[in-house]
């Protein structure tokens, strides 16, 4: 059976906001993972907190608005109360949420890693398969570039990774690789090694 190598984008750090301080010069908000909850009558809202980078002002960014306690989620409510990183994170990468509050994130500003087995290409000169095949598990998206995952993973130069994008020798789900093409998560890689052996 073929090998299918992992390669796994691990975010360490959320997006920063742009958005213009209103107590000092600042342009960019941190995700604090807090979830500020206020109740009204019969509705709730729920926020995620943002501080400046600077003065540690904060921004409320709306999760719900004005919602029956009833109509949501036991579990949902319960990680909300408890400041649950992880739903913190998943709503600070939500691209759906930023535009609902009109703001913008900065993708350069975050730290990550991936995690990969390494290759060495010169190794496929002896090797009988076609192609190798990858799977990119990316649980956060933060518009990273899967030319970038390929030549980090692969340590590939750019002229190389281009000669392999003008040889349509990598596929993106069957479809040729484009070099703007931007990762998803469990994107299917497959390249074909007779392509990598002549650029090496």
Not at 86 to 111: G, H, M, P
Not at 139 to 146: G, I, N, P, T, V
Request: aromatic share 12%.
């Amino acid at each position: 059976m073929r090998k299918e190598y992992i390669w796994e984008v691990k975010a360490h750090s959320t997006p920063l906001l742009k958005r213009s301080c209103s107590h000092c010069d600042s342009d960019r908000f941190y995700c604090s993972e807090k979830f500020r909850m206020n109740a009204q009558k019969k509705n709730i809202d729920v926020w995620l907190i943002y501080r400046c980078i600077k003065c540690d002002n904060t921004y409320n960014m709306t999760i719900i608005s004005r919602t029956s306690p009833e109509s949501i989620n036991k579990e949902l409510f319960h990680r909300f109360q408890e400041n649950n990183r992880e739903l913190a994170w998943q709503y600070a990468f939500s691209t759906e949420i930023r535009k609902k509050n009109n703001v913008e994130a900065d993708f350069d500003t975050i730290k990550y890693e991936i995690q990969y087995e390494q290759l060495f290409i010169e190794n496929l000169h002896s090797t009988n398969e076609d192609t190798l095949s990858f799977k990119v598990i990316y649980a956060f998206s933060f518009q990273l570039k899967l030319s970038t995952v390929i030549r980090n993973c692969l340590k590939l130069s750019s002229k190389q990774l281009d000669r392999l994008i003008t040889m349509q020798a990598i596929t993106v789900h069957g479809k040729f690789l484009e070099k703007k093409h931007r990762v998803k998560h469990e994107d299917i890689v497959k390249i074909s090694c007779e392509a990598l052996k002549r650029i090496t």
